[in-house]
């Protein structure tokens, strides 16, 4: 039994049909990106997947349980801050927690242990302010990892940060999806991000979103900046990026037809 499936999932949003009939099993522990022209369904297939919208037709599967809803087995990090700014670091990462009905005790110990798997250990009693954008995703991070679940779902985590952080939160991201071995769900713009973290690629054709393709990413492990400058890295990255280049031009002669 696969960790995550997806079966035949489809959602129209009014008239608008985001997702039609999109299939996948993700085995777990698996790091899966999701690429593909904008406004072809990527974030709606993550709100699926996260209970937050009901699909039109097709389920998701976890552990063979049918989604339903949000629930503690799933986590979103979203590419905007979602932090509360009138709580310090630690007691934003406990809040989960807290909704849970955990004790203090047990919650402020689980905190700290995210943050120093986060690598803001230092962090945890300043508010979020205080802290650069790197910083504050890496809080993220840790809150969502703190109700413990099977799936991190990632919605562009790293769009809003500048190229050298984004590429140190990339390596960060790696080192903490090995020791918390999550399943990990990911949407990005960025191919060479996808193809630096992932398992496997899933190439989304223009709205609405099906599978065009799902890519395996053979590149050995650990990956390093090296792995970036290989041959067989750029190979990827060309590949995808082949596969979604009519879909980006197809979207975008769309957009100037409707505009
Ligand atoms: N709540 C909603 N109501 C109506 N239409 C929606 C809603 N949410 C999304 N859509 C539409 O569904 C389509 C897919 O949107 P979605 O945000 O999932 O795409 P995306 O691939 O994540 O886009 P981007 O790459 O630009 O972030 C878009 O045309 C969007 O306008």
Redesign the pocket.
């Known amino acids: 039994m696969p960790e995550l499936r997806i079966d035949r999932l489809s959602k129209t ?2 008239r ?1 049909e ?2 039609r009939e999109v299939s996948l099993d993700v085995a777990d522990g698996q790091f899966v990106s999701f690429v ?10 993550l ?1 699926l997947v996260d209970g937050l ?1 009901p699909a039109s037709e097709g389920s998701v599967l976890l552990g063979g349980s049918p989604v339903t809803g949000p629930g503690n087995d799933r986590a979103m990090v979203f590419q905007e801050d979602r932090l509360l700014p009138w709580r310090t670091i630690e007691r934003n990462v406990v809040l989960g927690l807290e909704f849970q009905g955990q004790s203090k005790r047990d919650s402020l110990a689980r905190a700290r242990e995210l943050l120093q798997l986060t690598g803001i250990g230092k962090f945890g009693s300043a508010y979020p302010h205080e802290l650069s954008g790197g910083m504050r995703q890496r809080a993220n991070i840790a809150r969502a990892l703190a109700v413990d679940p099977d799936v991190l779902l990632m ?2 985590p790293f769009a809003a940060l500048d190229g050298q952080t984004r590429e140190l939160m990339q390596a960060e991201l790696v080192r903490i999806w090995q020791d918390s071995r999550k399943t990990v769900l990911f ?1 990005t ?1 960025q191919v060479d991000e996808a193809v630096y973290l992932s398992d496997r690629i899933v190439v ?1 054709t223009a ?1 609405p ?1 099906r599978v065009k393709a799902d890519i395996e990413v053979a590149l050995p492990r650990p990956r390093t900046l090296a792995t970036k400058r290989s041959a067989e890295f750029a190979g990827y990255v060309e590949r995808v990026w082949s596969l979604i280049e009519e879909e980006v031009r197809e979207s975008m002669e769309r957009e100037m037809r409707d505009a």
Do not use: N, P
């Not at 593909?36 to 297939?45: I, Y």
């Open positions: 949003f009014q608008t985001a997702l593909g022209a904008s406004g072809c369904g990527k974030s709606t297939l709100r919208i919605d562009e949407v713009h989304l709205r979103g």
